[in-house]
């Protein structure tokens, strides 16, 4: 099955700066790859479906320009926090997007963040 | 919009008590269900699709059912490494791609 990679695996930043998170793809090309956020005790919610070489697509209510997604090659899409607060303190995972979206997708492990 | 609601939230088993989540949706235009388990501070991990009613799938100590509404995923003799949170999540079209809308999930915990 498809190997997704995700880094870093937790990450502590200070209110203010700035955070990438990376996915690649380890043993396919992919074309598009979905980002998801989750709290604690709630579900995986959809953030961005991000898309190679064109702009991602956002989800309501998720600031384009806070959360900034660039998918420049077939194998890491990249998803950076930007001036980050404590309250974007989550759990980000990546995920693939299977070939017709009808098999298992794979996750990557998730990046906890902390803003402090 | 599409609801994915499952239940219980919290489930605990003693190690061999047999016992079903339940994940009850609903969606225009189903592709498919899934389930994923996840483990503390991991990403989902993928265990199985369903795509239409009728439809049942094993793995082990784990089988899932879909009906035109919910889904349940029964557990057989449990034990203590399937402690985990269970995912269930369903696929629509949107967007040119096909997302998934995840349920809350059951907190399993099964003791010894």
């Known amino acids: 099955g498809a190997v997704v990679s995700q880094h870093p695996s937790w990450v502590i930043c200070k209110s203010g700066t700035s955070v990438k998170i990376e996915c690649r793809s380890l043993?396919?090309?992919?074309?598009?790859m979905f980002w998801y956020r989750q709290f604690p005790k709630q579900s995986l919610m959809l953030m961005a479906t991000?898309?190679?070489?064109?702009?991602?697509?956002?989800e309501q209510g998720v600031e384009k320009d806070k959360f900034l997604i660039n998918h420049a090659s077939l194998t890491l899409s990249t998803l950076t926090v930007t001036s980050a607060h404590p309250e974007d303190s989550s759990f980000y995972i990546c995920?693939?997007?299977?070939?017709?979206?009808?098999?298992?997708?794979?996750f990557g492990s998730g990046t906890r963040l902390t803003v402090v | 919009e599409d609801q994915v609601t499952q239940s219980p939230e919290a489930l605990r088993l003693q190690e061999g008590e047999s016992s079903s989540l339940n994940c009850s949706y609903t969606v225009s235009g189903l592709r498919g269900l899934f389930w994923y388990r996840q483990d503390p501070g991991k990403g989902p991990e993928f265990l199985f699709t369903?795509?239409?009613a009728g439809e049942e799938k094993e793995k082990e100590r784990l089988k899932a059912t879909l009906t035109k509404k919910e889904s349940f995923l029964h557990i057989t003799a449990p034990k203590p490494e399937d402690s985990a949170t269970y995912l269930c999540?369903?696929?629509?079209?949107?967007?040119?791609?096909?997302?998934?809308?995840f349920g809350k999930g059951t907190k399993l915990s099964v003791i010894p």
């Open positions: 043993d396919f090309q992919a074309t598009t």
């Open positions: 369903l795509y239409s």
């Open positions: 995920s693939d997007n299977p070939p017709g979206g009808r098999y298992g997708y794979t």
């Open positions: 999540a369903v696929q629509a079209p949107g967007a040119g791609s096909y997302q998934l809308t």
């Open positions: 991000s898309n190679e070489g064109s702009k991602a697509t956002y």
